[in-house]
């Protein structure tokens, strides 16, 4: 139970008493009733901040999941390429063989 206490006798501390009733002063109630009010409001504050924390979490994981997507898409990529280049290189050297053969059996 809280009752403002009237008089010029009034603290910003709180006077507890041996009754069964707490009484503070009209300031003191109010700055309790700010401090509540602060405090709720930070809470919910923290709660939405978690939330956002496991959010950000989440999209750094499925990140993490995407980079090693691109990453392993990347080394097939690379591993065609080369595949691709030898084929062309082994391709060279059998026409340049095929024509040398050729020049050498056409010229005698």
């Not at 603290?11 to 300031?27: G, I, K, M, Q």
């Not at 109010?30 to 999209?59: A, C, G, P, R």
């Not at 690379?78 to 056409?106: D, P, W």
């Amino acid at each position: 139970m809280i009752s403002p206490k009237l008089g010029s006798a009034q603290t910003d501390s709180l006077n507890v008493s041996t009754s069964d009733s707490l009484c503070f002063t009209l300031n003191q109630a109010k700055f309790l009733l700010s401090s509540t009010e602060k405090y709720v409001l930070l809470d919910s504050l923290n709660k939405i901040n978690e939330e956002e924390i496991l959010l950000l979490t989440e999209i750094v994981k499925e990140k993490d999941v995407q980079n090693q997507l691109h990453q392993s898409t990347l080394h097939g990529l690379r591993n065609e390429v080369t595949k691709l280049r030898r084929q062309r290189t082994f391709l060279s050297v059998g026409l340049g063989g095929a024509l040398v053969a050729i020049i050498v059996l056409l010229v005698p």
